[in-house]
């Protein structure tokens, strides 16, 4: 038999409000958030018959309660897709919804399927960080990580500590810079928002329509003050992490030529995807080899490069990122609309998050031909998918 790698492109995303842990989500179900974005999806793509999916794959860090039961299946059935459509469930941590599109479009390009919807889901506020893990006592007694690998702010530190020209003042001036895009873009970003009742015992329903962790105003005098939680005197805050967060994203990818039989619309291509492992102790430079493998793969250079999502976890691993390639702090090519320091970061959730808005991104700049989203990932990875835009003017 003989086969033909199939081109995969990203068709449309969207994603909840993003909430603060203990917000506006506290009495929400996690399962509940993903469901709705992906009725939501399905509603803004009436194209798409829905016995055309044919896989939905749905990340999340901790797979326990209403984030287990293999979530990808479980959300699809009340999704209201049919009782035919799998699903599965996905975990690399940070960029499990990164891993869900890449796995389902590696399954598109050879042939096993056509169209499948992949996102995820982090409720951080019912699903604290770490909750029920039980990690085995060889992987620090046999060295094979530092205890601070386990603790995402302490690799921050480490990340200082290895580039002691990142400085906390240039965190914190990145993280002021995030803020202040976001304020400006926050009106488009919300085109993709999927609303949500939420359920309060104590103030009744409520509707979530807008991102609750950014903070407008913030300087660089007030992230001055701000305590160092991962380490006395340490570099880390608040103020220039991504926090601790609730909310879901869905996409759907399809195979190119499925979408244009269907009549879909195509927001990106993809051009190639690279996940690597790196030291565990300083998780937060992951992108950067992985950026390396998937530029190498796709035979590009970082210059070919004129959109970039970056996921900003920590804004010292970002810097780290930009020092690398070259990049200025405040190059207007990275993070258009601001990142996770201001919206946030639902660890499982935000791979398709970055996807959506360099989908967006595209439209608005025909001139560009390439971007990329990257991520780093806990236990050491990073992740790194190059985009193609459809919309690219010099064809
Ligand atoms: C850093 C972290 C521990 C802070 O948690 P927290 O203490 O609950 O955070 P808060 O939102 O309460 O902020 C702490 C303080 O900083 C202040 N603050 C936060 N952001 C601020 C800003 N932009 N400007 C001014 N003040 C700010 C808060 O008002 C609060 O002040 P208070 O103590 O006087 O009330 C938490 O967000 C964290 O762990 N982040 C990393 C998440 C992570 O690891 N993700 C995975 C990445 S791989």
């Given at each position: 038999m003989s086969r033909t790698v199939r081109e995969v492109v990203f068709v449309d995303g969207v994603r909840t409000p993003f909430g603060k842990?203990?917000?506006?989500?506290?009495?929400?179900?996690a399962d509940d958030l993903v469901i709705r974005a992906i009725r939501e999806l399905l509603r803004r793509n009436p194209q798409l018959p829905p016995e055309r999916v044919e896989e939905v794959a749905i990340a999340a860090t901790t797979q326990i309660g209403d984030q287990g039961l293999t979530l990808g299946r479980t959300a699809a059935l009340l999704s209201g897709l049919p009782k035919t459509v799998p699903g599965y469930s996905i975990d690399r941590m940070c960029a499990g919804a990164m891993t869900a599109v890449t796995t389902v479009a590696g399954s598109i390009a050879m042939g096993a399927i056509d169209v499948a919807i992949a996102g995820g889901v982090e409720h951080m506020g019912r699903h604290p960080m770490g909750e029920g893990v039980d990690p085995n006592p060889r992987i620090i007694a046999e060295k094979l990580v530092d205890p601070s690998a386990l603790v995402m702010g302490a690799t921050a530190e480490n990340l200082h500590d290895r580039f002691p020209h990142i400085t906390k003042q240039r965190a914190d001036a990145f993280a002021v810079n995030s803020q202040r895009k976001y304020a400006a873009a926050a009106r488009d970003l919300e085109k993709d928002f999927v609303t949500i009742a939420t359920r309060s015992a104590e103030l009744g329903w409520g509707l979530a329509s807008a991102d609750e962790p950014p903070r407008p105003g913030t300087t660089v005098e007030g992230l001055a003050t701000l305590k160092t939680p991962f380490r006395p005197h340490g570099r880390v805050t608040a103020g220039n992490s991504a926090g601790l967060n609730d909310g879901a994203t869905a996409s759907i990818i399809a195979a190119e030529d499925t979408a244009r039989e269907l009549g879909l619309p195509v927001g990106m291509r993809l051009v190639s995807y690279a996940f690597t492992g790196v030291e565990p102790e300083v998780m937060g430079v992951g992108p950067i080899p992985s950026t390396e493998k998937a530029l190498a793969k796709a035979g590009l250079s970082i210059s070919d490069i004129g959109l970039f999502e970056l996921n900003e976890a920590f804004a010292v691993q970002v810097l780290a990122f930009l020092d690398h390639f070259g990049i200025g702090d405040e190059d207007p090519r990275v993070n258009p609309a601001g990142g996770a320091i201001a919206m946030g970061h639902p660890l499982a959730a935000s791979g398709v998050r970055l996807m959506t808005q360099l989908s967006r991104h595209f439209e608005a700049h025909p001139e560009v031909r390439y971007g990329l989203t990257a991520m780093c990932i806990g236990i050491g990875m990073g992740g790194t998918v190059i985009w193609e835009n459809p919309a690219w003017e010099g064809k």
């Amino acid at each position: 038999m003989s086969r033909t790698v199939r081109e995969v492109v990203f068709v449309d995303g969207v994603r909840t409000p993003f909430g603060k842990a203990g917000g506006m989500y506290a009495e929400t179900r996690a399962d509940d958030l993903v469901i709705r974005a992906i009725r939501e999806l399905l509603r803004r793509n009436p194209q798409l018959p829905p016995e055309r999916v044919e896989e939905v794959a749905i990340a999340a860090t901790t797979q326990i309660g209403d984030q287990g039961l293999t979530l990808g299946r479980t959300a699809a059935l009340l999704s209201g897709l049919p009782k035919t459509v799998p699903g599965y469930s996905i975990d690399r941590m940070c960029a499990g919804a990164m891993t869900a599109v890449t796995t389902v479009a590696g399954s598109i390009a050879m042939g096993a399927i056509d169209v499948a919807i992949a996102g995820g889901v982090e409720h951080m506020g019912r699903h604290p960080m770490g909750e029920g893990v039980d990690p085995n006592p060889r992987i620090i007694a046999e060295k094979l990580v530092d205890p601070s690998a386990l603790v995402m702010g302490a690799t921050a530190e480490n990340l200082h500590d290895r580039f002691p020209h990142i400085t906390k003042q240039r965190a914190d001036a990145f993280a002021v810079n995030s803020q202040r895009k976001y304020a400006a873009a926050a009106r488009d970003l919300e085109k993709d928002f999927v609303t949500i009742a939420t359920r309060s015992a104590e103030l009744g329903w409520g509707l979530a329509s807008a991102d609750e962790p950014p903070r407008p105003g913030t300087t660089v005098e007030g992230l001055a003050t701000l305590k160092t939680p991962f380490r006395p005197h340490g570099r880390v805050t608040a103020g220039n992490s991504a926090g601790l967060n609730d909310g879901a994203t869905a996409s759907i990818i399809a195979a190119e030529d499925t979408a244009r039989e269907l009549g879909l619309p195509v927001g990106m291509r993809l051009v190639s995807y690279a996940f690597t492992g790196v030291e565990p102790e300083v998780m937060g430079v992951g992108p950067i080899p992985s950026t390396e493998k998937a530029l190498a793969k796709a035979g590009l250079s970082i210059s070919d490069i004129g959109l970039f999502e970056l996921n900003e976890a920590f804004a010292v691993q970002v810097l780290a990122f930009l020092d690398h390639f070259g990049i200025g702090d405040e190059d207007p090519r990275v993070n258009p609309a601001g990142g996770a320091i201001a919206m946030g970061h639902p660890l499982a959730a935000s791979g398709v998050r970055l996807m959506t808005q360099l989908s967006r991104h595209f439209e608005a700049h025909p001139e560009v031909r390439y971007g990329l989203t990257a991520m780093c990932i806990g236990i050491g990875m990073g992740g790194t998918v190059i985009w193609e835009n459809p919309a690219w003017e010099g064809k």
